[in-house]
């Protein structure tokens, strides 16, 4: 059977493994751009900036549900209409964390629909799931990301319709660079506390010898 100090230092090494096993922060800000002829109807308003995340948040269990990537308004047009078929709509990520993203950062939509006085609908359909890199210092890894289409509509009696950008992180992984790498704080904390406990043990027992 195993001692008590035994079964200690494997619950600490234990902790300190799961506690950097697919937990990564994810930050980052969002910026857009229509392509040339885009009624000024349908508009973006993106997160963050360049000097800040709008979104920062970690995952668990390596997925993470990214609830606000910003928010399109759909306008109905005082008059005529507003045709979006054949325009695209390009998403651009900028990450704060993880640092050292490697990969292609931006989104691309179609756009389908019309806007007019008795219609107002227009669908935005992103690409597939685009998947990331990153490494830096002290870590190195992956995610894939994932960005949900939109339906734009406008209801009967209103000229105005918003709605937010949403998308979901899956697959993150972050396993150790090397045995010189800097170790994370939680692990430093539950492998200090497993050897002050191993420490105090010693010292009891040599007092009863």
């Known amino acids: 059977m195993a001692s008590?100090?035994?079964?200690?230092?494997?619950?600490?090494?234990?902790?300190?493994?799961?506690?950097?096993?697919d937990v990564i922060p994810i930050a980052?800000?969002?910026?857009?751009?229509?392509?040339?002829?885009?009624?000024?109807?349908?508009?973006?308003?993106?997160?963050?900036?360049?000097?800040?995340?709008?979104?920062d948040n970690v995952t668990v269990g390596g997925a993470l549900?990214?609830?606000?990537?910003?928010t399109f308004?759909?306008?109905?047009?005082?008059?005529?209409?507003?045709?979006?078929?054949?325009n695209f709509f390009i998403l651009n990520l900028m990450f704060f964390a993880p640092?050292?993203?490697?990969?292609?950062?931006?989104?691309?939509?179609?756009?389908h629909g019309v806007a007019n006085k008795n219609k107002a609908l227009v669908s935005i359909h992103f690409g597939p799931t685009q998947s990331f890199q990153f490494e830096n210092e002290s870590a190195t890894g992956g995610f894939k990301l994932t960005l949900d289409d939109l339906a734009l509509e406008i209801p009967d009696g209103s000229n105005i319709a918003s709605q937010i950008l949403t998308g979901t992180i899956t697959e993150a992984y972050d396993p150790p660079v090397d045995m010189s790498s800097v170790p994370e704080p939680v692990s430093v904390v539950l492998l200090g506390s497993v050897m002050l406990l191993v420490s105090t043990r010693i010292r009891r027992q040599s007092r009863t010898m």
Do not use: K
């Open 4 to 21: 008590p100090l035994r079964r200690m230092l494997v619950l600490g090494f234990a902790c300190s493994f799961l506690a950097s096993a």
């Open 28 to 55: 980052l800000s969002t910026t857009s751009s229509f392509s040339y002829g885009t009624r000024p109807g349908l508009t973006f308003a993106g997160i963050g900036s360049t000097g800040a995340p709008g979104f």
């Open 65 to 70: 549900a990214l609830s606000n990537l910003g």
């Open 73 to 86: 308004t759909l306008q109905r047009p005082a008059q005529g209409a507003d045709p979006y078929n054949n």
């Open 99 to 111: 640092s050292g993203v490697i990969g292609q950062t931006s989104f691309n939509a179609e756009l």
